[in-house]
């Protein structure tokens, strides 16, 4: 069965620093990755999304990952964090074809001024 | 086009009570999922229909949940008796087929006391 991990449920970092989120999945089969965004009493909204093309996939307000497989590491970044960028994030996996998303933890980015 | 709808939002019950979920998927959309996300856990699928059928529900309690999903459309979850461990966010999705990406709503809160 598939599964995702996310290293660290908080992460702090200063406004214009770097947002790196870590995220390692477990498959048998090549998956599909994603990233969700759920601000407070928000439902998830989703980020980015690989589907074996690309190996480097661009999301939405400056954020990107970056798929290895060598490394099973789907991790999340955006070069210069913003205030805005506070929420909770989650990465996800499925299996290539499969409607049924397995989310990690999340993972709660703090922005400090 | 109109996102995922839900209602309440907010449901405060005492135990052994019974409560009820009502969600609107997008127009169009065939599958429809009910996640259940506990407090500073990640979501977890409870049931997903694919039209009016079950796809999986592996991991719903079905002595004390049910769901259905008449017509392919709209969908009811259902929890009798509640008890304090059912207190979390109930969140609806729904996706185009064989897409993997999924459209959320807000949540319905459950607080059992």
């Known amino acids: 069965a598939q599964s995702v991990t996310q290293l660290g449920s908080h992460v702090s970092v200063s406004e214009g620093a770097l947002v790196l989120l870590r995220c390692n999945y477990s498959s048998s089969v090549p998956p599909y990755l994603f990233w969700y965004v759920q601000y407070p009493n928000q439902g998830l909204q989703l980020l980015l999304k690989y589907t074996s093309a690309a190996t480097l996939v661009k999301g939405i307000n400056g954020f990107e990952a970056e798929f290895k497989k060598s490394e099973t590491s789907f991790h999340l970044t955006k070069p210069s964090a913003h205030m805005s960028d506070a929420a909770e994030y989650f990465c996800?996996?499925?299996?290539?074809?499969?409607?049924?998303?397995?989310f990690g933890q999340g993972t709660r980015l703090t922005i400090n001024p | 086009e109109a996102g995922v709808a839900q209602s309440p939002r907010y449901k405060i019950i005492e135990k052994r009570q019974s409560v009820a979920f009502w969600c609107n998927p997008i127009s169009g959309h065939a599958t429809l999922y009910w996640y259940q996300q506990i407090l500073g856990q990640g979501p977890k699928l409870l049931i997903q229909f694919q039209n009016n059928g079950v796809v999986d529900d592996s991991q719903l309690p079905k002595d004390r949940f049910s769901a259905e999903r008449l017509k392919g459309v709209d969908s009811t979850l259902k929890i009798q008796p509640a008890k304090l461990e059912d207190s979390a966010v109930y969140l609806c999705?729904?996706?185009?087929?064989?897409?993997?990406?999924?459209?959320f709503g807000e949540g319905s809160r459950l607080t059992v006391l």
């Open positions: 996800a996996v499925s299996l290539q074809g499969a409607q049924k998303l397995v």
């Open positions: 999705a729904s996706s185009r087929t064989n897409t993997g990406e999924l459209f």
